[in-house]
């Protein structure tokens, strides 16, 4: 009879050594070096990937703002025959928590998307490089949606404790949990799921080393210079310029609250390649 009580006891303890061991890890980190962020390098991404060339697709400054990434670009990828996958990647470094406050999930339902189906789907089994994928439709129109979360250490991070235990391993032993957002969506022709989903896993195992090799750098402040973070709060790159339009991403009218605002890029950008525009009679 007495073992329940002695059990409630030794579990109490080792909660509580784990609070205060979390705490102090904490602590810990928040008394690493402020670093400065040059994501310069992720606009050097080629235009060019392979059979597919792009166009880019501003952002609205307004999500821009509301978004919060270090850097965000958005590009169209077409090919000669007529396939098309739309790129999105926002950057986040340390300072701003390595990803995104608002998740794909909520972005496009917060935009009148429904999720018809949700999986998990594996690019590259030998670098166990796995994405999510949404199956979504509005309005009769069908999208195949695949995103994953990057990091420094790597890549194919699904999210939640997947993505958590990274950035804590990152800025544990290298001093930085910087990371990224990247989706990439493909139109669904005549409910052929198979041949949408095998454009997407071609382009995402080409695109993916590229990002790699155009990962942003963060320096301690100091190494950097006198000042060198003095203006690094509220500022947001692009890859691309930036406007007011309120874009093509989504046919609904846009909302005035935030969360609408963030989901306004969530959609088809209206954009035709200079090269079938040329070939148009």
């Not at 392979?50 to 590009?75: C, I, K, M, Y």
């Not at 025959?81 to 998740?103: F, N």
């Not at 590229?210 to 006198?226: A, D, I, N, Q, S």
């Not at 890859?239 to 306004?264: F, K, L, M, Y």
Request: glycine share 10%; with cysteine.
């Amino acid at each position: 009879m007495q073992e329940r009580p002695h059990r409630k006891t030794i579990e109490l303890v080792a909660l509580i050594v784990l609070m205060l061991i979390v705490g102090a890890l904490g602590w810990y980190l928040q008394l690493g070096p402020e670093l400065q962020v040059d994501a310069s390098r992720l606009a050097d991404v080629p235009t060019r990937i392979g059979r597919w060339q792009s166009t880019d697709v501003p952002l609205a400054s307004v999500v821009e703002r509301e978004l919060r990434a270090d850097f965000n670009f958005q590009r169209a990828y077409f090919t000669r025959s007529g396939d098309q996958i739309w790129l999105y990647v926002g950057y986040y470094g340390t300072a701003r928590g390595g990803r995104p406050e608002h998740t794909p999930r909520s972005c496009y339902t917060g935009a009148g998307w429904g999720i018809e189906s949700s999986r998990i789907v594996e690019i590259d089994s030998n670098d166990e490089f796995r994405a999510n994928e949404y199956l979504i439709e509005q309005r009769g129109e069908q999208r195949l949606v695949h995103f994953w979360y990057r990091s420094h250490r790597r890549t194919g991070i699904l999210g939640g404790l997947d993505q958590n235990i990274d950035r804590l391993l990152g800025r544990l032993l290298d001093g930085r949990a910087d990371g990224a957002l990247v989706r990439i969506s493909t139109p669904i022709s005549g409910d052929d799921t198979t041949a949408a989903r095998g454009r997407l896993l071609s382009f995402a195992s080409l695109l993916d080393p590229l990002l790699g090799e155009h990962w942003p750098t963060e320096r301690p402040c100091e190494e950097v210079g006198p000042n060198a973070c003095a203006t690094k709060s509220g500022s947001n790159a692009n890859a691309v310029s930036s406007t007011d339009d309120a874009g093509a991403w989504v046919p609904s009218a846009p909302s005035t609250s935030n969360h609408s605002r963030i989901a306004h890029h969530f959609g088809r950008p209206s954009v035709t390649p200079a090269y079938q525009q040329s070939a148009r009679p």
